[in-house]
């Protein structure tokens, strides 16, 4: 890795076309952030207008273009060969910050601490996304259903906000590729907490997350859901964290 910058962070983020979801998550990480972010990795996995480019950040801005598409984990890998910096936030093109959570999530931080994440809202709501159990069969038919009671600590960190550290990232092989989308962020949470990094969820904190759901209205993105859970219950770290 190259050395590490005086500012903790390299943030990744993959942009399919987002350009409109991208520039304001920008904005709020240039206002709320900007003295804790060495750089933001942009991956440009579907051609879109030069935008980001033209504008002038606190930050570094470093921009990979692919051309061809790849999964989240494939673009997120690639992005972290890029990191020299202790920490690796990955980034939805669609979460919101309205103040500062990086900054307490890392003075809070243990050193077990291998993913931290503040609890997720949804625009319109009150309550924070629930904590999820290990990702079973059972547990996604009774995820929705009155009366289900999630557990009081999180199996797994959902995707769109991960701030790994980063020696963390790098002992686990960053994200299993062989998931296209979905259920790689399940399976690095379990390969992490199989080699003693913990998983932290600050109650205290708070991002937006204006959830896009394209796997609910998309049949490429179902295809890909219902594929990548396939690969993750019959993944040998799947099998092993249901047994801890």
Not at 20 to 38: G, K, R
Not at 59 to 67: D, H, L, S, Y
Request: glycine share 4%; aromatic share 12%; hydrophobic share 40%.
């Amino acid at each position: 890795m190259p050395a590490l910058s005086s500012r903790p962070i390299t943030v990744s983020i993959v942009s399919h076309g987002q350009q409109v979801l991208l520039l304001p998550l920008l904005e709020q990480l240039e206002t709320h952030c900007a003295e804790l972010i060495a750089k933001v990795v942009l991956t440009v996995n579907r051609p879109e207008l030069e935008l980001v480019a033209d504008r002038p950040w606190s930050f570094a801005v470093e921009r990979i273009t692919n051309t061809c598409p790849r999964g989240f984990g494939a673009n997120h890998n690639a992005a972290f060969a890029r990191c020299g910096t202790p920490w690796f936030l990955v980034l939805n093109p669609d979460m919101r910050l309205d103040t500062d959570v990086l900054s307490p999530m890392l003075a809070e931080a243990e050193l077990a601490s291998g993913v931290l994440a503040p609890r997720i809202l949804e625009p319109g709501k009150s309550c924070p996304e629930p904590y999820r159990e290990i990702l079973t069969p059972r547990e996604i038919l009774l995820r929705h259903r009155p009366g289900y009671n999630p557990p009081p600590y999180p199996a797994w960190i959902p995707g769109m906000f991960m701030l790994f550290r980063s020696e963390a990232y790098e002992s686990v092989y960053g994200f299993d590729e062989r998931f296209y989308m979905y259920g790689e962020d399940f399976d690095i949470c379990a390969r992490l907490k199989l080699h003693g990094w913990s998983l932290t969820v600050f109650e205290e904190h708070t991002a937006i997350h204006d959830a896009q759901r394209a796997s609910h209205r998309n049949w490429q993105h179902l295809y890909w859901h219902i594929r990548s859970l396939v690969k993750v219950w019959t993944s040998r770290a799947f099998w092993k964290y249901l047994k801890t």
